[in-house]
C-alpha cells in the first residue's frame, strides 16, 4: 500500500479566522484548536534526505510521538500531493529502521 497524502494550505489573517469558520464548505468540520504539537525534522549534515525528496519528522502531541517520512510530490499554489509512511515511535526519537521499512519495504 502506497499512502498518499494531499494536502491544501491556506494562510488566514487572525482577524478573518471568525468569517472562515464559517465559511459553508467547512460546515461540521471542527478545527483542532488548543493542542501543543513538537514538530522535529531530521536529516544528516549534508541534507541528503531534502537532496533526495525526502523528510524525516517526528511529531509529538500529548506524549505521543508519530514518525513521518513523507517524498516529496506535485505541489501548486498551496495544494500538496505526496506519498506519506507513518509510525508510531518511542520518547521523540525518529527509529531509522522503521523508517527504512515503512517507505522502503525490501
Known amino acids: 500500500m502506497n499512502p498518499e497524502e494531499i494536502e491544501l494550505k491556506l494562510e488566514v489573517p487572525p482577524d478573518q479566522i471568525g468569517s472562515f469558520d464559517r465559511l459553508p464548505v467547512l460546515k461540521g468540520i471542527r478545527p483542532n484548536r488548543g493542542k501543543t504539537l513538537l514538530s522535529v525534522y531530521f536529516d544528516t549534515d549534508k541534507q541528503k534526505l531534502r537532496k533526495n525528496g525526502l523528510s524525516l519528522r517526528v511529531r509529538t502531541i500529548n506524549g505521543h510521538s508519530v514518525q513521518t ?35 522502503f519495504p525490501r
Do not use: I, M, Y
Not at 499554489?77 to 521499512?101: S, Y
Open 69 to 103: 517520512v513523507k517524498k516529496r510530490g506535485r505541489r501548486s499554489v498551496g495544494l500538496f500531493e505526496r506519498k506519506e509512511w507513518e509510525c508510531d515511535v518511542v520518547d521523540g526519537q525518529p527509529d531509522l529502521d522503521a523508517a527504512r521499512d515503512n517507505a
